[in-house]
């Protein structure tokens, strides 16, 4: 019975990540379609917020990050 628990598990595990590796194909397809730098700033948020589930999101451009923010590079 275990070996069957395992491979259901591992099932959806994989499922889990087809899901996710689908939901950022996706997002980075609709990230690249706009040429709109306002329209891709808006966008760029949306997706990742959305697609990783993250509390907050924030974009800036050529500043450095403010105190106790992380870059990302």
Do not use: C, F, N, W
Not at 20 to 35: G, I
């Amino acid at each position: 019975m275990a070996p069957a628990l395992e491979s259901m598990r591992l099932s959806a595990d994989a499922r889990q990540r087809v899901a996710r590796e689908h939901l950022l194909a996706e997002a980075t397809a609709r990230m690249r379609e706009p040429l709109d730098v306002q329209i891709v700033l808006k966008t760029v948020p949306q997706e990742m917020y959305g697609a990783l589930g993250l509390h907050d999101v924030t974009v800036s451009l050529g500043e450095q990050p403010a105190a106790g923010e992380e870059e990302l590079s």
